[in-house]
Structures are given as structure tokens and as C-alpha cells.
């Protein structure tokens, strides 16, 4: 345990894991998801309290104080039908060409044929 705890730990991880089989790494690596997650709730949450303590000290309540990190996205509006197929098949004209679209083409069919009219 004390060579974990040593400044080579990777190193004697590695070799560690070196003579494990795949089905004990992915064990492990799962292990080791829950264990950094659960650490990451726990960091998270003394961060909060710390916050809130330093709140009150200051006289604010914390519970009025609405606060959101990252940035904020834009809600995707879904995008326009520009074609619409015999059966009822949409595309937007974005990505790749539908398979639907394709089979028509194939047949000599023109896609224009199948294209919405605003």
C-alpha cells in the first residue's frame, strides 16, 4: 500500500494492471468511476457549503442567491422540412443524403421533385 501512496504510484499501477485480464479492468476502471465521481459530489458539496457559510457571515441569504456556472445554451429549434418523400420521409437537407432519397435518385427521380414548398 505504501508504494501507492509513493510519487510512483502510476507507474506501480500500470504494472499492476499489466497482468490483470480484460474482464478485472473493466471491473476496476467502473471501481474507479464511482469512486472519482463520488469524490467529485464530495468536493462539489464542501465548495457549496464553504460558499453558503461565507453568505451568511456576509449577512446574505443564501437560498436567495440564484447561481449557474457554464454558459447557457441556445434551445435547438428543430429544422425545416425542405424535402418530404412519397411516403411521408423528411429531410432538412442537412447531413447525409437519407436513404429514402438515394433509392428515388437511383430510379431517376430528381430531388427537386421532392422539395417543400414554402
Known amino acids: 500500500m505504501r508504494l501507492l501512496l509513493s510519487q510512483n504510484c502510476p507507474q506501480y499501477c500500470t504494472e499492476i494492471l499489466d497482468t490483470l485480464p480484460a474482464?478485472?479492468?473493466?471491473?476496476?476502471?467502473?471501481?474507479?468511476?464511482?469512486?472519482?465521481?463520488?469524490?467529485?459530489?464530495?468536493?462539489k458539496q464542501?465548495?457549496?457549503?464553504?460558499?453558503?457559510?461565507?453568505?451568511?457571515?456576509?449577512?446574505?441569504?443564501?437560498?436567495?442567491?440564484?447561481?449557474?456556472?457554464?454558459?447557457k445554451r441556445r434551445s435547438k429549434s428543430p429544422l425545416r422540412v425542405k424535402y418530404?418523400?412519397?411516403?411521408?420521409?423528411?429531410?432538412?437537407g442537412r447531413g447525409v443524403r437519407p436513404t429514402w432519397l438515394a433509392a428515388l435518385e437511383t430510379r431517376g427521380h430528381n430531388r427537386e421533385e421532392f422539395r417543400v414548398e414554402e
Open 23 to 43: 474482464g478485472n479492468l473493466r471491473q476496476i476502471r467502473d471501481i474507479a468511476e464511482e469512486k472519482r465521481q463520488g469524490k467529485l459530489e464530495d468536493t
Open 46 to 71: 464542501l465548495v457549496i457549503d464553504k460558499m453558503r457559510a461565507e453568505l451568511e457571515q456576509a449577512g446574505i441569504d443564501p437560498d436567495a442567491i440564484n447561481v449557474s456556472f457554464g454558459r
Open 84 to 92: 418530404r418523400g412519397p411516403d411521408g420521409e423528411e429531410w432538412s
